[in-house]
């Protein structure tokens, strides 16, 4: 037996292995932030924590699996299962596989799939996340009588074995297991402990290993480890954990497709039999060849190059990494990230040099956290090419802080290969949702400025008589979203009050558009993804977007989505959201406030569903005189004057239609593009107007932006009171048929029934276009004091077609 105690974890925790002559060259040791086992054991031949000649890899695997086939015999290596474990033996338990010849290999996963049903599941008592399940595309996998493989990367206590086997000997007994493991670090006591285990269960129970060895814990292990960790992370503000070198970019890597083979499993998360190996082994020359050409493995020159896994993902990129390193044209290492925490430390005696953190990229099921790439930094890597499932290709994978932006901040060349995620036969396929809407094919406004993700209901006909739809809408007949208005055409004298008022009212809309965007950058994200709320949102988005390039240089994603009053947010929007883009990052955008229904909506729709937890419902708005949201340009009830018109100012585009017969499961909400109309449109005269005063406001936007930000905006829901009591005094039952403000006025007078309006006693301009609509509409209007707005619109709150004259005016107030 050797032992030696010269290494960093030796000299500061006491920690000690003792073992044959191969495990010195087999292990290392390290400490890590895990409250049931202070230090790990670190592989050199795994390819997990230490970068490593890939076919070293392999073959430690392979070998093994060359000793086990002698074991079993050519009969029942024929008939036996290979089970690997989660995440660190995936690749091992394939290598073990490929020397057995043989037999399919499975691996246990920490990933649950939908429509594939766990055929098994356990614990692993020390490992930093514990539930494993089993998920074989089939069935019948595991519930043979020939012997079932387990292969661990270590064997120390024996736990995570006898939690295997116990669980799965009561659902498919059998009379031969075979434990397999690079090193078997039990102590006496454990393997007594497995010795009777087999006893009981009436089994026969082989372990073989690699080498052997213990390892000496001190009294106070724990304690002592846990101290050690904090000591050295609270001590490095600037460490090898989290610095930067000098490639990182924005342009973090390049992407090489490789022609993995149509059907076949990226690995053995359910199931990996000998045809689909030699499936792999057919294809993996033409994929070398591409990896080498991306890396410039084909060029002069020796290239130092690391194929970088992703956690459960070993054996698919390990066999990559061996066919590169196979064509002679790199010095080619393999290691894989890892979600387990582990100290740094900078030592030639400690094995775990540099440590790179960032965020979980494959939406997993335990929530959010930190990953790890270790030994990867300071490696004096040429290039790293990072092999990932597709189901790992996220925005969080290409986010400033996550793996991709990492590496490129310690190695030049970046290349990403992503491999098709395998789903069994019969599980349920997600159909990819649709990509966005854009000018000019829909809508008029340029491309660039808005993604719609809505569906493109151009051909349907949906709109009915304004009389048709109140009586629908009030009698319960139908839903407001179900139909769309006749839209409204503006004469010649309301065209002319429309520029009247964009005139006057410009450079007021764009110091608010300026302060909401500052707010914006400031507290929300400094590079926040705008989602407006089509359609009364969307030129407040396109404005913004301008405000945030002009002012900053900024071109920030601006898409419109459709939320409608009591039917929610469209999911299928956010959930095209959450895959493209990191949720912290959108920030809702609207026109205006009112009595803040949509806020309350927005908030309830993201409450009930748990996978949009990430997304923040509160909506920046141009204009809060309702006092409903704390991020906002002003609180002033002014005529914003995209608010005098409906499709002709907002890129031609109607209202957003929810109807069952016409929105599917996979669809976006829809809409309508009104191409009748381009003659009409001043949507990108508006835009250009405020713009155009951005330079004239930009000392005042400073000003009150930073006044903003020091004043306490809880919203005090004043809006909502005055609704309330207007309700009340009027006698109206339905709170939704009060429309307060001039934004929410006004589009009563277009596209619903009025009734009355109520203007705050000496309101001056801003009313001009409602007074001029409620003439046109013969509705009254009558000045009250009071009023938080400058306006409400009452619509008729007993319709029927009775309710109007022969002309279609509303009747008189009573």
């Known amino acids: 037996m050797v032992e030696w105690s010269g290494t960093w974890v030796a000299k500061r925790l006491g920690v000690e292995l003792v073992g044959d002559e191969d495990l010195s060259g087999l292990l290392g040791l390290a400490l890590r932030r895990n409250p049931k086992r202070a230090h ?6 795994l390819g997990k924590h230490v970068p490593q000649s890939p076919s070293v890899v392999w073959r430690a695997g392979y070998e093994l699996g060359l000793c086990v086939r002698e074991l079993l015999g050519a009969r029942a290596a024929a008939r036996a299962v290979v089970l690997g474990y989660a995440e660190t033996a995936t690749g091992l338990g394939h290598s073990v596989a490929d020397g057995l010849a043989l037999a399919p290999c499975l691996h246990s996963t920490r990933r649950p799939v939908d429509g594939v049903a766990a055929a098994g599941g356990f614990e692993e008592s020390h490992s930093h996340a514990t539930s494993h399940l089993l998920l074989p595309e089939d069935p019948q996998l595991l519930s043979g009588q020939g012997p079932l493989v387990l292969v661990d990367d270590e064997f120390s206590t024996g736990n995570t074995v006898l939690n295997t086997i116990r669980d799965l000997h009561a659902r498919y007994p059998r009379d031969h297991y075979v434990i397999v493991a690079l090193v078997d670090m039990r102590s006496p006591e454990d393997r007594d402990r497995l010795t009777a285990f087999a006893t009981e269960i009436g089994a026969r129970v082989d372990l073989i290993a690699s080498a052997s060895g213990t390892v000496r814990l001190p009294d106070g292990v724990l304690e002592k480890g846990r101290a050690l960790v904090e000591e050295f992370e609270a001590a490095r503000s600037e460490s090898p954990l989290h610095s930067s070198g000098a490639h990182g970019g924005t342009a973090y890597a390049h992407r090489v497709d490789l022609p993995w083979p149509a059907g076949l499993p990226d690995g053995g998360r359910h199931g990996f039999t000998p045809a689909h190996r ?16 991306a890396v410039g493995a084909t060029a002069p020159g020796r290239p130092r190059v690391l194929v970088l896994g992703f956690e459960e993902l070993m054996y698919a990129p390990l066999r990559l990494a061996v066919a590169l390193e196979e064509l002679g044209g790199a010095e080619v290492r393999y290691s894989t990230t890892t979600r387990s925490p582990v100290l740094a430390v900078d030592d030639p005696g400690y094995a775990i040099r540099t440590r790179l953190a960032f965020p979980a990229h494959d939406d997993p099921a335990d929530g959010p956290g930190e990953r790890y790439a270790y030994n990867v930094a300071g490696n004096g890597f040429d290039a790293v090419i990072a092999v990932v499932d597709s189901a790992a290709d996220t925005p969080q994978l290409h986010a400033p802080d996550g793996l991709l932006a990492q590496l490129a901040a310690h190695i030049p060349h970046v290349v990403l290969a992503v491999l098709p995620s395998y789903v ?7 159909e990819p949702l649709p990509e966005p809407l854009r000018g000019p ?16 209901l151009s051909g349907v006909e949906l709109e009915a008589p304004t009389e048709e739809r109140e009586e629908a809408i009030q009698s319960g007949g139908a839903h407001y979203a179900e139909s769309l208005p ?7 004298q309301y065209q002319e009050l429309f520029r009247a008022a964009l005139d006057t009212s410009a450079a007021r809309i764009a110091q608010a558009v300026g302060v909401v965007t500052e707010t914006v950058l400031a507290e929300r994200s400094p590079r926040p993804v705008l989602v407006s709320l089509a359609r009364a949102g969307t030129p407040v988005g396109v404005l913004m977007r301008r405000w945030a390039k002009h002012r900053h240089g900024l071109d920030l994603p601006h898409y419109a989505v459709s939320i409608v009053r009591g039917r929610g947010i469209d999911p299928n929007a956010l959930r095209w959201l959450a895959a493209h883009h990191d949720p912290a990052d959108v920030v809702f955008v609207d026109g205006w406030t009112g009595k803040g229904a949509i806020t309350r909506e927005l908030a309830a729709a993201v409450r009930e569903f748990p996978e949009f937890a990430g997304f923040d419902p509160e909506i920046a708005v141009l204009a809060d005189p309702g006092s409903c949201v704390r991020t906002y340009g002003t609180r002033e009830d002014f005529l914003i004057p995209s608010a005098c018109l409906n499709s002709t100012v907002s890129g031609l585009i109607s209202r957003t239609v929810l109807r069952q017969d016409l929105i599917g499961p996979g669809d976006f909400h829809g809409a309508k593009f009104y191409r009748d109309l ?44 005055a ?14 048929l009060v429309k307060p403000g001039v934004g929410e006025t006004t589009r009563v007078l277009l596209r619903r029934v009025p009734w009355k309006i109520l203007a705050g006693r000496g309101a001056g301009a801003d009313l001009d276009h409602v007074r001029l609509l409620a003439e046109q509409r013969g509705v009254p209007v009558e000045e009250v004091d009071g009023l938080p707005y400058s306006c409400v619109g009452l619509i008729h709150p007993q319709y029927t077609r009775g309710a109007t004259g022969a002309d279609g005016k509303a009747v008189a107030a009573k």
């Open 40 to 45: 790990l054991l670190v592989s050199n031949v």
């Open 278 to 293: 030699a499936e792999l082994e057919a294809a993996l020359p033409e994929m070398a060849a591409r990896l080498a050409d």
């Open 441 to 456: 094919a829909f809508s008029s406004y340029a491309p660039d400025e808005v993604g719609w993700l809505l569906k493109d």
């Open 678 to 721: 381009a003659g009409a449109d001043v949507s990108g005269d508006f835009l250009d107007a405020v713009a155009a005063r951005f330079d004239e406001v930009a000392s005042d936007v400073d000003r009150e932006a930073k006044a903003l930000r020091d004043a306490d905006r809880t919203p005090s829901w004043e809006g909502w009171a």
């Open 424 to 430: 069994p036969e019969g599980a349920p396929m997600p």
């Open 486 to 492: 006749v839209e409204y055409q503006p004469s010649p």
């Open 723 to 736: 609704v309330e009591r207007i309700s009340e005094e009027y006698g109206i039952q339905d709170v939704n």
